[in-house]
């Protein structure tokens, strides 16, 4: 089955929660993340990869 494309709106404590648990899922492919416009040009923070899955 392909796996079904998600996005996250917002990446505080609650997305990058989901962004981890979405990357786990064989299920599910992380399809993008909206942030602010106030927050676009800020970095984004190092991503955690303890699985091998793709960084975000």
Request: glycine share 8%; net charge positive; hydrophobic share 45%.
């Amino acid at each position: 089955m392909k796996p079904l494309p998600v996005a996250i709106i917002g990446f505080g404590r609650l997305g990058k929660a989901c962004a981890e648990r979405i990357l786990t899922e064989e299920q599910l492919t992380l399809a993008g993340i909206a942030r602010r416009a106030e927050r676009v040009m800020e970095p984004l923070p190092a991503p955690k990869n303890p699985l091998g899955c793709p960084s975000l």
